[in-house]
């Protein structure tokens, strides 16, 4: 058996990389013109990449409005039904002609002042995230429990229970709404 002439092996070698040479050659040249996008392409790139965004930023608003509302309805039954019991003490007081009168009447007060305050802050931390029917409705009870502190703060033995009985339905109707209004 014949072994590889060197020199055959070094002749087809060099034939090989010619022809190599070559084709990589002719694949390097240049083409003439200028290069341009495919106008189908992007347009429809461009409605993906929009679609997208406005996918992302209407989930970013939607989670916005639904905290703004979770956080305001889970504050709110806490807030107001501390105002709610110390008025209660405050007529009760009223009622039996009580010896602590003036101080039940005190911390009905402030503890309508107090929820009026804090719904209050609820909502203007919200902003625009809070729909509007329901900052509405969050705003007509802390009308409504500041116009019962005024009265409540009015009150004496001899007054007339009228128009604290006025302010009173109208925080008991504003709180009732603000409760229908939130999610369960």
Do not use: W
């Not at 022809?19 to 461009?46: D, F, M």
């Not at 009985?165 to 209004?181: F, G, L, W």
Request: hydrophobic letters at 40%.
């Amino acid at each position: 058996m014949e072994g590889l002439d060197p020199r055959r092996f070094g002749l087809v070698c060099a034939a090989a990389a010619l022809v190599a040479g070559a084709t990589v050659a002719g694949c390097a040249q240049q083409v003439e013109g200028i290069a341009t996008p495919n106008a189908a392409e992007a347009t429809s790139y461009r409605a993906d990449a929009s679609s997208s965004s406005a996918a992302a930023t209407s989930s970013q608003v939607a989670a916005a409005r639904d905290k703004a509302i979770s956080d305001n309805c889970t504050l709110f039954p806490g807030v107001t039904g501390i105002g709610v019991s110390k008025y209660n003490e405050f007529v009760d007081a009223h009622d039996n002609n009580a010896p602590d009168y003036d101080a039940k009447r005190d911390g009905a007060v402030t503890a309508l002042d107090d929820a009026a305050d804090q719904v209050e802050g609820g909502v203007n931390t919200a902003g625009a995230q809070l729909p509007e029917e329901l900052k509405t409705k969050f705003v007509a009870y802390v009308d409504a429990a500041r116009a019962l502190s005024k009265a409540t703060r009015e009150m004496t033995y001899t007054s007339p229970v009228g128009p604290l009985n006025d302010a009173s339905k109208r925080v008991n109707d504003a709180r009732n709404a603000v409760r229908d209004a939130c999610p369960s």
